[in-house]
């Protein structure tokens, strides 16, 4: 520790990379000041309603879309333990290919597969990551039943919820304390090994000196709701704020050097079907197999269901779908991720007080893979024995029959037709060595910056394909250890 | 421990204020016949312009407690008689100690009487100060516009006009774009690191103040406030300039006004002796007044300034049975939070406290009106509470929008309320329930594109809520076919 006025470092967020960095190197006897703009919410208040839940644990309230020209709705947890504890926990290590593909673009050093391993190794003994314990519900069951007709390679995603009691209350956090969401899993061993964990502070700016920051200015919320500008100074400073609010703390600050110049997200389309038998998926988890038939660049899954959310679904054409309402109990749903290589930004917004303006515009390699998806799901639900799909399109409110699916094999979807979604967004302040491309070096230090690192989604130089929060804590974990070891 | 009375910059306040007096004093009586100064003074008539003038002055200090007031909030218990005998106990303050010393009792009292943070007090000070520098301004131009200028008085409105845009630029930056008004400070400060802390603590005292001005309705009528202050001070000078049979225009005086308090920024005695006279003095000659009758009016319009106040002050003093020394102490000690504090551990230092949110405002009917247009286009009863749960998550929802989005959708609002009530010549939330849901389903389902685009969040937000109602789920679903 320098001396009591300052802290060794800062960590802001508490997420899947700020929880890592925090334990890494509070471990390593430093002093660690992790600061959270989101509350601590007390696991008794977790697994309300999912309306409920967006207002408590997510950023504004789950009301961040990003524009472009076909619009996507947005979420991201805002909370101790950042979107970790609204996530589904599915656990992906980066594909082979993928890594390959960030060391020859973007030079980045120190991250091959097999370097990768024993961090991907520690993050999952730590959280647990493991197949579901029971039986599957039936939702994922008739998913294996569409994926074996169409004799497609699939695969039950492992998750960071050992012991899982199948409740679906994952999006509005984990009441059974099952799901090892960082404020379940790492934030109170970094708190045993020292770090002071503060909720209610968001940071709004980095103060600078020349090359180094000095430390932050942080908004505190009181009980009352007045808030509080206070300064910590520090010697370093890891920001993990996530994939939005990284790049904009950085701009904001000065810092924009090929920061928020490239928002990368996994698009993402969903598809209620409804089959002939009850299906119930409002009472239990998420389908819990993936279509890797067709990866990295269009994957296929469950998605998470409620009355609310089949309704928010068939709202697209409501007036012809509503009665669809009344088999609610039928229904379960799907989703088609694709891998996403538009054209994304993240900038702080001018108007009021810290927001962020999001853009991503879809690209026609996203759209063809989009249409393709959707004719592949369509069709292996219908295989399964739906006797009808419903995709959040606008102007395709029903396909009925595989051959009516087929069709977007070949044809592109009306793209401003499209409800989309993400809760997969990345590369928002890429790192690697081809300083052209990057913000930030290998190990996430800020370029042009001797004491600021980025150490969360952002970092990833590009796209995964996969679910992220595996490979943000691999990476993570090896910065931190990275930044230890070279003091 | 509380820091020592007399530090070198307070002997140098002191000393710099004195010699200020003196030399503006000299300045303000170097070229007029006293003997005409002291004919002119017997002259004047004291009744009834001299108790109308201070009933003036003394209704403007009123208005500022209500200022005040409203600045606190309307749930803190503070009464605008309270307020506006704090706000009098400040400025009796500055008329008998230095370096206006007199905004620290009086933001030490305002935190005392509140128990809000002294912080917080200060702030609220700050931003009072700084509309009265905005609404001196606004009206020292406009009376500058009526009456026409001469000589250094032009030079110092042009100097005024300059400033004025710059703090109003500044502020409605604060107010509508804070954090883009600390990112120009920080980086200010990454490259000036000597300005860096301070220039940080000024632009965040800034933005605070700022924040108290955030909602439009509050802001107009605090802005409001703050030009009836100003005038009923300019009430002040006209009453007694009528004392003295001088026929001039109530532009006159505000103009004289103006220039007085901007001119008594400048360092002098406690009370503003010698910068009072000649600015004041000095505006009424550029008008055409004789010099000995202006320095007479300043005289006079001095003592009207100075007596009442400083003696309601004391009064208000000893009523509330005030110690001084203390409240001064902990309103300083706030001013300079460098002091180094824990929380959770951590050590920071406190730049200010904002004021708490203000209470939610009663629901606008037309989202009540939208959910049960929504929902009317599905066939069958309605579950209330469900539909209620909805309408308040739909409210809440929207508010959560970043500023731009909300900005938009505000607008897209707007233009649907009016081609509604347009088309049926009634308000949208006073149509009949069918009616309702033909109209959304036209706007939200219908051809028009932008209809579309503005109603997708809404009816994704009432659908999603209303079938995830807490009890919806009972009551409305699950009834299919098994
Ligand atoms: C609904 C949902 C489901 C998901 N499902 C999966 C899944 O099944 N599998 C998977 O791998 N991934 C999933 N993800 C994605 C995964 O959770 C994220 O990629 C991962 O958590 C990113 O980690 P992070 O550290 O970058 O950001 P986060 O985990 O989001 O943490 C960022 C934290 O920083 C805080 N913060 C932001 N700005 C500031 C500031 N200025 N000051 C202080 N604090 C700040 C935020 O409040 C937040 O707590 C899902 C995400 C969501 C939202």
Same mark, same amino acid.
């Given at each position: ?45 977790? +697994?309300?309603?999912?309306? %409920? ?15 472009? =020209? ?10 101790? +333990?950042?979107?970790?504890? /609204?996530?589904? +926990? ?7 290919? /993928? ?50 007709? &169409? ?7 492992? =998750? ?7 409740? @679906? ?53 009181? $009980?009352?709701?007045? /808030? ?96 669809? &309402? %009344? ?13 996403? @290589?538009? =054209? ?10 810290? #927001?962020?303006?999001?853009?991503? $515009?879809?690209?026609? $390699?996203?759209?063809?893979? &989009?249409? =393709? ?28 029959? %595989?051959? $009516? ?27 690697? %060595? ?37 490979? /943000? ?11 230890? #070891?070279?003091? | ?52 003038? *201070? ?188 004392? !003295? ?13 103006? *220039? ?15 910068? !009072? ?150 308000? !949208? ?54």
């Amino acid at each position: 520790m320098t001396d009591s006025k300052r802290v060794d470092a800062i960590v802001i967020g508490s997420g899947a990379g700020g929880a890592v960095t925090a334990m890494t190197l509070a471990g390593a006897g430093m002093s660690v000041a992790v600061l959270e703009e989101g509350a601590n919410v007390p696991r008794r208040e977790y +697994g309300k309603s999912s309306p %409920e839940g967006m207002a408590q644990l997510f950023r504004r309230s789950g009301m961040t879309p990003i524009l472009g =020209r076909v619009p996507i709705g947005f979420v991201e947890g805002r909370c101790v +333990g950042g979107s970790t504890e /609204v996530n589904s +926990g599915f656990w992906h290590r980066a594909p082979r290919e /993928v890594l390959l593909s960030w060391q020859s673009r973007f030079d980045l050093q120190g991250a091959t597969e097999s370097e990768l391993v024993p961090h991907y190794e520690w993050a999952e003994q730590r959280l647990s990551v493991s197949p579901y314990p029971g039986e599957w519900p039936k939702s994922t069951k008739l998913f294996q039943r569409g994926i074996d007709a &169409m004799g497609w390679a699939v695969r039950e995603i492992p =998750r960071t919820a050992p012991g899982c009691q199948s409740a @679906n209350t994952c999006a509005s956090g984990c009441a059974s304390g099952k799901k090892q969401g960082m404020s379940q899993g790492l934030l109170p061993e970094a708190k045993a090994a020292g770090a002071n964990i503060l909720s209610h502070c968001r940071v709004k700016l980095l103060l600078r000196q020349g090359r180094r920051v000095t430390g932050v200015l942080a908004e505190i919320t009181r $009980d009352n709701g007045s /808030v509080e500008l206070v300064r910590i100074d520090a010697d370093h400073v890891f920001v993990c704020a996530g994939a939005s609010q990284t790049p904009t703390l950085l701009r904001q600050s000065g810092l924009r050097y090929k920061v928020g110049d490239q928002l990368r997200l996994h698009p993402m389309l969903k598809l209620t079907a409804r089959f002939p038998q009850p299906v119930n998926a409002q009472n239990s988890v998420l389908p819990l197999l993936q279509v890797n038939e067709f990866w990295p660049e269009i994957s296929l899954g469950g998605a998470y269901f409620s009355s609310g959310h089949l309704a928010f679904l068939l709202g697209d054409n409501w007036p012809q779908l509503s009665m669809e &309402m %009344e088999h609610q109990n039928h229904f379960a749903s799907y989703y088609v991720a694709v891998r996403g @290589n538009g =054209r994304g930004s993240v900038r702080p917004s001018a108007l009021g007080n810290g #927001d962020t303006a999001l853009r991503y $515009d879809l690209s026609v $390699d996203d759209l063809r893979s &989009m249409s =393709r998806g959707v004719a592949r799901l369509a069709t292996l639900l219908l295989a399964a024995g739906a006797e009808a799909v419903y995709p959040a399109i606008r102007s395709i409110p029903v396909i009925r029959t %595989e051959l $009516d699916a087929v069709r977007w094999l070949t044809e592109l979807l009306p793209a401003k037709d499209l409800s989309l979604t993400t809760v997969h967004a990345f590369s928002s302040c890429p790192m690697g %060595e081809q300083a052209g491309l990057t913000a930030a070096n290998s190990y996430g230090r800020v370029h042009h910056v001797d004491n600021l690192y980025v150490n969360d989604a952002s970092m990833l130089p590009d796209s995964p394909g996969v679910n992220p929060q595996g490979t /943000v804590m691999a990476l993570a974990r090896r910065n931190a250890l990275h930044f230890v #070891d070279s003091l | 421990m509380s820091p020592p009375l007399w530090t070198w910059s307070r002997v140098a306040v002191l000393v710099s204020g004195v010699a200020g007096s003196g030399l503006f004093l000299t300045l303000a009586f170097r070229s007029v016949d006293l003997a005409g100064v002291k004919d002119a003074l017997t002259a004047a008539q004291l009744w009834p312009w001299l108790p109308l003038g *201070v009933l003036s002055y003394l209704i403007g200090h009123g208005v500022r407690g209500l200022r005040c007031r409203l600045l606190f909030g309307r749930d803190t218990p503070l009464s605008t008689a309270t307020a506006s005998n704090i706000v009098v106990v400040g400025y009796a303050c500055n008329n008998i100690l230095p370096a206006r010393l007199g905004e620290f009792v009086r933001a030490g009292m305002l935190a005392e009487r509140t128990g809000l943070p002294y912080a917080h007090a200060l702030t609220v000070t700050f931003v009072e100060r700084l509309l009265d520098g905005i609404a001196i301004l606004v009206l020292l131009l406009g009376g500058a516009w009526v009456v026409g200028l001469a000589g250094w008085i032009q030079d110092l409105v042009n100097v005024c006009v300059i400033v004025f845009a710059v703090a109003t630029a500044g502020l409605l930056l604060a107010i509508f774009a804070s954090n883009s008004l600390l990112a120009l400070a920080g980086a200010i400060g990454a490259r000036i690191p000597a300005v860096s802390a301070p220039l940080i603590g000024l632009v965040a005292k800034v933005t605070q103040a700022a924040s108290l001005l955030a909602d439009p309705r509050r802001a107009v009528q605090i802005g409001a406030l703050s030009l009836l202050v100003w005038l009923f001070e300019a009430g002040l000078f006209s009453s007694l300039l009528n004392a !003295f049979g001088v026929d001039a225009r109530f532009a006159t005086s505000l103009l004289t006004m103006g *220039v007085t308090n901007l001119g008594i920024l400048a360092p002098s005695t406690p009370g503003f002796i010698g910068t !009072f006279h000649l600015f004041c003095s000095e505006a009424l000659q550029s008008q055409g007044i004789a010099a000995e009758t202006s320095v007479a009016a300043a005289v006079l319009i001095h003592i009207g300034f100075y007596v009442p106040v400083t003696v309601w002050g004391a009064g208000s003093l000893i009523w509330y049975g005030t110690q001084l020394g203390n409240t001064l102490a902990a309103a300083r000690r706030a001013r300079h939070p460098q002091s180094l504090e824990f929380r959770e551990g951590i050590p920071m230092h406190s730049l200010g406290v904002g004021e708490p949110p203000a209470p939610p405002r009663p629901a606008d009917p037309i989202y009540e009106a939208l959910t049960r247009g929504l929902l009317g286009i599905r066939p069958g009863p309605v579950d209330e509470d469900a539909r209620a749960y909805a309408t308040n998550f739909l409210e809440h929802q929207l508010a959560s929008l970043s500023s731009y989005l909300r900005l938009q959708l505000r607008l897209g609002l707007l233009s649907f309320r009016v081609c509604v009530a347009l088309r049926y010549w009634r308000p !949208f939330s006073r149509l009949p329930v069918e009616t309702q849901s033909t109209v959304v389903q036209w706007w939200a389902y219908g051809p028009f594109p932008l209809g579309r685009q503005l109603f997708r969040p809404i009816r994704s937000l009432v659908l999603l809520a209303y079938f995830d109602a807490p009890r919806a789920a009972s009551v409305q679903l699950g009834t299919g076919p098994s």
